[in-house]
């Protein structure tokens, strides 16, 4: 690689740091199992789907004084769905595992996604390739994409790729649909005794893919942290220029942890959390309400500004637009396959769904901005749904609070100024250099994989654990991916689903925000996190996110 930057050429000479049990080697290592596992919902549903995968143990992995010889073996690997930080270092873990078991094994690396096995677009690694990689951002060294593995053609032409290359096992780095995708492709191969292994690796920035076994998915460390610098930057500017609202959407569509993460980090005057919105069943007009009551208090103290901090999902889980969009959703497959419709101008296209939709969601589907209506008729995503980023919410909120608080300045209870500015922070965390964190988690967790498949196994999620600790006391395992699914409708049909971990409101990390909410809105408490450090004291470039430090003490205090 060529025109690096300072930065990139010290990343590029950072050593991960291993957990102990990994540390000495893939040829020191002894798996131990724990008991049987069941899926967390459904399980009589995913038993009958994944006959072959179900109910196997967790396991756990410790050094042994015993070196064993590694046999040669070809592996290959898929980037899946949308890039989070620490991806490269998931592929150099596993390949560095992978040579140091044997000189003579190979990875390949499968282009574009999942497509890439299909197709049999791939690339071989050496260390070359690899180390032009180590530590950086992206996933550009083999590219991602979204491609479903459910059809038997899929399946078939994936294994006849895997055949061609001599390819006994395939790490698939993902979030919950992509490690969908593992655990529906290790239960092909083993029914069809293909004697191919497969093994995932947990990726997401939205936080929403852990359990007791898998504690943070890879990427959110460094992703909350970019935002929180954002955050941060936008709180200084706004409490020195004292004139705007700044309403922040950020990345995260079915949880809020990035959002709840964001604001403890930085302390906002409002911070809206989806899963709070829906338990409570918050309308719009009274998310509404709420925002405009901290408004308006604030100006009568002469605080015309502050920060507003919004979940990306947050439109899904207001109950009234949450049943609208389910029944969009419903309506969608057969409306995009009518002429009348995807041949007809936006204006018929609104006019046949509020005709498509229940009288009661065509009310509400009426009721909103003609802007929203049409971010509504966006394409759905791979999934068949509403592609709930590019529904500028954060907009939508803007207009409603300025009806609302023109209505209060008629009635006499406002007579501050609103003045605001809108922002998307999404893409500016995806493929930021990983944090020091995410650089040694990552590593671990591919290193680990290559562990997972020397044992044998198949059908697994690559897990590292106790991660508020130094590095050398993770612990690494694996946990059955099928422990984690659940039936889910989509595309109007109920398919297995890895389950989403969403925010928990009677959890410490909620708590946290609930318990300070009103001190935040009125008192201006922001944080300055700045921008990711990488050298100097630890307890500067080590700092684990507050998420997980909440988490780990209360898990602490529960034994």
């Known amino acids: 690689m060529t025109?690096?930057?300072?930065?990139?050429?010290?990343?590029?000479?950072?050593?991960?740091?291993?957990?102990?049990?990994?540390?000495?080697?893939?040829?020191?290592?002894?798996?131990?199992?724990?008991?049987?596992?069941?899926?967390?919902a459904n399980k009589e549903d995913i038993k009958n789907l994944f006959k072959n995968t179900y109910g196997k143990p967790t396991v756990t992995f410790q050094t042994s004084t015993e070196a064993v010889e590694c046999s040669q073996r070809n592996v290959g690997v898929i980037l899946s769905g949308g890039q989070a930080p620490g991806g490269h270092n998931v592929i150099a873990g596993l390949y560095d595992a992978l040579k140091q078991a044997n000189p003579e094994n190979k990875l390949y690396g499968f282009l574009g996604g999942p497509s890439g096995i299909i197709e049999g677009k791939y690339v071989e690694f050496n260390d070359k390739f690899i180390d032009d990689y180590r530590n950086t951002g992206g996933f550009d060294i083999i590219g991602s994409g979204r491609t479903k593995l459910e059809t038997e053609e899929q399946f078939q032409s994936s294994w006849e790729v895997c055949k061609k290359l001599n390819i006994s096992a395939v790490v698939i780095i993902g979030g919950d649909d992509s490690n969908t995708n593992a655990a529906m492709l290790a239960e092909w191969f083993v029914a069809h005794n293909a004697d191919i292994q497969v093994i995932g690796c947990p990726k997401t920035i939205d936080g929403d893919l852990k359990n007791d076994q898998i504690e943070i998915s890879f990427g959110f460390d460094t992703a909350t942290k970019t935002y929180g610098e954002l955050i941060g930057n936008i709180e200084r500017d706004a409490n020195s220029a004292k004139k705007y609202w700044h309403f922040v959407k950020i990345m995260g569509r079915s949880a809020s942890h990035v959002a709840l993460e964001a604001a403890l980090q930085t302390q906002p005057n409002i911070?809206?959390?989806?899963?709070?919105?829906?338990?409570?069943?918050?309308?719009?007009?009274?998310?509404?309400?709420?925002?405009?009551?901290?408004?308006?208090?604030?100006?009568?103290i002469g605080k015309n500004f502050g920060i507003a901090v919004i979940p990306e999902g947050l439109i899904e889980f207001i109950p009234e637009l949450k049943a609208m969009i389910a029944n969009l959703n419903d309506v969608m497959p057969a409306l995009e396959k009518d002429s009348k419709y995807t041949n007809g101008s936006d204006a018929d296209k609104i006019s046949i769904i509020e005709n498509s939709l229940s009288s009661e969601n065509s009310s509400v589907f009426k009721s909103l901005p003609s802007l929203i209506k049409s971010q509504l008729l966006m394409d759905r995503d791979p999934h068949g749904n509403v592609q709930v980023s590019k529904i500028e919410t954060e907009k939508l909120l803007i207009s409603m609070l300025e009806e609302k608080l023109s209505q209060l300045k008629k009635e006499g209870k406002y007579t501050g100024k609103f003045a605001t500015q809108s922002h998307f922070f999404g893409y500016e965390g995806r493929c930021a250099f990983p944090s020091n964190f995410d650089a040694d988690y990552c590593y671990s967790l591919g290193y680990n994989a290559f562990a997972l498949i020397n044992f044998g196994m198949t059908g697994y999620l690559s897990s590292v654990r106790n991660l508020t600790?130094?590095?050398?006391?993770?612990?690494?395992?694996?946990?059955?991916l099928t422990m984690m699914m659940n039936m889910e409708r989509r595309h109007g049909e109920m398919k297995p689903v890895i389950?989403?971990?969403?925010?928990?409101?009677d959890g410490p990390v909620f708590k946290k925000l609930e318990t300070n909410r009103e001190d935040w809105a009125m008192n201006d408490r922001y944080l300055f996190p700045g921008a990711i450090q990488y050298f100097g004291p630890a307890s500067v470039c080590d700092i684990t996110t507050v998420t997980l430090k909440l988490e780990s003490e209360s898990r602490l205090a529960e034994v």
């Open 271 to 300: 911070t809206l959390i989806s899963e709070e919105v829906e338990q409570k069943k918050m309308s719009l007009s009274s998310i509404i309400d709420y925002m405009a009551d901290i408004i308006v208090r604030r100006s009568q």
């Open 3 to 40: 025109n690096l930057s300072p930065l990139q050429i010290e990343r590029l000479k950072y050593q991960p740091k291993l957990p102990s049990s990994l540390a000495n080697g893939i040829s020191h290592l002894i798996m131990n199992e724990g008991s049987a596992t069941e899926a967390v």
């Open 469 to 480: 600790e130094p590095a050398n006391n993770w612990l690494a395992g694996g946990v059955p």
């Open 499 to 505: 389950k989403k971990a969403l925010v928990e409101l």
